[in-house]
């Protein structure tokens, strides 16, 4: 089924204070946000009506507009609220939630420090991030020649817009080479993540994931982990080489698009869709359909 264009799409949207319409939900060209990367914003899921951690997806999208110098004109639970109600105006149960925040178009300019900060939050009903068949069978990734930058030449810590530009390149290009994602390194050339979501390995029941120093750690991430602790499954969390790919026998991704999606291959290494991944996703999705 092919998908609407984004600006075709009908319902409302809240800017700054109101519902506005869908298609009328618009920025001026001259913003800050598009011209020198002043945006941050969240990705929520919500499932079966209820919002997926929307107390630590809010939390974040104040500390991202912190670290962008951006004062969200708003207290935070009238933003959870504001996100409450966006879903049910859209009769939205199962789907996406974008809040964004950017830098408004006063000054066109590096330096914008005075001017307004804007807030808008869209819901739409939303499928898996990949195809069903793709999730069972497990996707390909290729190693990217992008890095993540490091936490003193970027705000790391934050879910800025700049941040994904090279996550959309990285993308690009392993598609185009007929792959689905691509692993990221970091700028030390330990493995990072992919372009949109964290990684887990897994050698003999074990998990093991990269240290979030210079990229997030992701709430999907986190829930991974408290899950497998209460599963009893051991879990590391370090720097690894990208030899360390050769003795996994299982590798998925976690995120709020992707959820927990297996990894069939990296490059020349490969892996089974095996039963850790297949219990983690399992209880993965009881907790979030509780």
């Not at 950017?102 to 307004?116: F, N, P, Q, V």
Request: with cysteine; hydrophobic share 35%; proline share 4%.
């Amino acid at each position: 089924m092919q998908m609407i264009p984004f600006d075709r799409r009908q319902g409302h949207i809240w800017v700054d204070g109101v519902f506005k319409n869908w298609n009328e939900s618009t920025v001026h060209i001259l913003n800050h946000g598009l011209h020198y990367g002043s945006c941050v914003f969240e990705g929520i899921r919500i499932y079966n009506g209820k919002i997926f951690k929307l107390d630590e997806h809010i939390e974040r999208l104040f500390k991202s507009a912190e670290l962008l110098d951006l004062k969200i004109p708003y207290e935070k639970n009238e933003i959870k609220k504001k996100t409450i109600e966006i879903t049910k105006k859209q009769k939205v149960t199962n789907g996406y939630i974008r809040p964004v925040v950017w830098r408004g178009s006063e000054k066109m300019a590096i330096s914008a420090i005075d001017a307004t900060t804007h807030i808008a939050i869209a819901a739409w009903s939303w499928p898996s991030y990949f195809s069903p068949d793709k999730i069972l069978d497990g996707i390909r990734l290729t190693t990217s020649n992008w890095v993540r930058p490091s936490p003193n030449s970027a705000p790391t810590d934050s879910k800025a817009a700049g941040l994904y530009m090279i996550c959309s390149l990285s993308k690009h290009e392993a598609e185009r080479k007929g792959f689905d994602d691509a692993l990221m390194l970091d700028y030390r050339g330990f493995i990072a993540e992919a372009t949109g979501a964290n990684i887990f390995f897994i050698k003999q029941k074990k998990l093991y994931t990269p240290y979030p120093d210079c990229f997030l750690n992701g709430i999907t991430r986190q829930s991974v982990i408290e899950i497998a602790e209460k599963l009893n499954i051991d879990v590391e969390e370090d720097h690894y080489k990208p030899d360390f790919l050769k003795d996994c026998e299982e590798v998925f991704l976690t995120g709020t698009a992707v959820e927990i999606t297996p990894v069939n291959s990296i490059d020349n290494f490969t892996f089974n869709v095996g039963e850790t991944t297949k219990r983690l996703i399992e209880e993965f999705n009881r907790k979030v359909n509780y």
